[in-house]
């Protein structure tokens, strides 16, 4: 999934706890969770890229306007919701990222101290065998960001 759905889980699991170790495994925990969802993202862009290098940097691109993004909907967030505890919501988001992080790192910049991150995350992906354009994707994961402002809000 897109950091914005990890970082939505996060924000929803950060209302509920006090503890900001809690939240930093509960935040990697969640999104080893979501990610075991089928998103529709699986393959979107490495299958159109030509060579690795053009993969690695279309993924790059990709990122940055994905933390673009999670980074504003946090900042909308902290002005709606003024929790108590800026630092428990920070590290459940940075949780909630930290494995895409290690992923990004082993394959950027060749940081093999990540290596069994990716070989976990590459398993949760593909343990359901179900694949789906894009476009379905980023509709459940706009229904799901829906759904975690929900909870969050009542």
Do not use: R
């Not at 060579?51 to 790059?60: A, D, I, Q, R, V």
């Not at 919501?89 to 990716?118: C, H, I, Q, R, Y």
């Not at 976990?120 to 379905?136: A, C, E, G, Q, R």
């Amino acid at each position: 999934m897109f950091l914005t759905a990890h970082t939505s889980a996060a924000l929803l699991i950060a209302t509920k706890i006090t503890n900001p170790f809690l939240g930093l495994v509960l935040g990697i925990l969640s999104h080893f969770i979501l990610d075991f969802i089928p998103h529709g993202e699986d393959g979107a862009i490495a299958n159109k890229a030509k060579t690795h290098k053009s993969m690695l940097m279309s993924m790059f691109y990709l990122a940055l306007v994905d933390i673009l993004i999670a980074s504003i909907f946090l900042f909308i967030f902290f002005w709606q919701y003024q929790p108590d505890h800026y630092l428990i919501f920070f590290v459940t988001v940075f949780g909630s990222w930290l494995p895409d992080l290690a992923w990004g790192s082993v394959e950027m910049f060749k940081l093999k101290t990540f290596n069994w991150v990716v070989i976990l995350h590459h398993k949760i992906h593909d343990l359901l065998d179900i694949t789906y354009s894009i476009k379905y994707g980023l509709i459940l994961q706009a229904a799901f960001i829906a759904l975690m402002l929900f909870l969050i809000w009542n």
